[in-house]
């Protein structure tokens, strides 16, 4: 009776062959899954963040336009030159961990021009040199820029969700706002008027072979970054996940 337990169990074993076969099996398995399950979860981080970003900022643009009236009054630099009405009025209303205003700001990384457009090119850093910078408590950097010129005059506001980390590139962790003269509402770029027309509005498209300035609405609406994968299939009112 031993001897026939022992031969079943010597049958039963897997050999050293098997199993090394087995564990590289499952590393080649585990390292095609685990980057696009990790750049997923990242993704989905930045999602939430914005969200909150949005929020935030929705909020304290509600309460300046309370306390201080419509942008129209706000008296608005022009477009490059310093943008110092603005945001001290919204400011207020935000927890901050630092008000750097229009000085160097080099350490942040809007400010300092450290930067990407999604096509790659680095964004050239004198666009922002007139900008006023903030930084908020979660440690996303915000930089306002004024245009009282334009029709209707307007505030934008980059804010870069988890500051100077990689990778600084916009529709990636950078991501693009506008406040406009004569309304109460914070605006995510990349939104039509009428969001059934998004669609017929080339300015307004949001893939990796443009500069991203557009893809925050994409991000708060549909809550996903998959026009980082397959831009050409997506649309507003058609497809809105690659899978």
């Keep these: 009776m031993r001897k026939q337990k022992l031969l079943f169990s010597e049958r039963s074993a897997f050999t050293l062959a098997e199993v090394l076969i087995t564990l590289a099996v499952i ?21 939430t963040k914005l969200k909150k970003v949005y929020s935030v900022l929705s909020q304290a643009v509600l309460q300046a336009t309370t306390e201080y009236g419509s942008p129209e009054s706000w008296e608005l630099a022009e477009h490059g030159k310093p ?10 209303f935000l ?55 334009a029709t209707p005059a307007n505030i934008s506001i980059l804010a870069d969700i988890n500051g100077s980390k990689n990778p600084n590139t916009l529709g990636k962790d950078i991501f693009s706002f506008i406040f406009y003269s004569g309304d109460t509402n914070l605006k995510p770029r990349g939104l039509a008027a009428d969001p059934s027309d998004t ?45």
Aim: proline share 4%.
């Design 27 to 47: 590393g080649i398995v585990a390292a095609m899954t685990i980057p696009t399950l990790i750049q997923k979860y990242q993704e989905k981080v930045t999602v």
């Design 83 to 92: 943008a110092v009405n603005a945001a001290p009025k919204i400011k207020q």
């Design 95 to 149: 927890k901050l961990a630092d008000d750097c205003g229009v000085n160097d700001c080099e350490n942040y990384s809007i400010r300092g021009g450290h930067f990407h457009v999604l096509s790659g090119r680095l964004y050239e850093p004198h666009h922002y040199k007139n900008a006023y910078n903030l930084k908020l408590a979660d440690g996303t950097e915000l930089s306002f820029r004024e245009n009282a010129k």
């Design 199 to 243: 669609d017929t509005d080339p300015f307004l498209s949001c893939n990796p072979k443009q500069e991203g300035w557009y893809c925050t609405a994409w991000v708060i609406y549909f809550e996903n970054m998959d026009y980082l994968r397959c831009a050409d299939e997506l649309t507003w009112n058609g497809k809105h996940k690659c899978d």
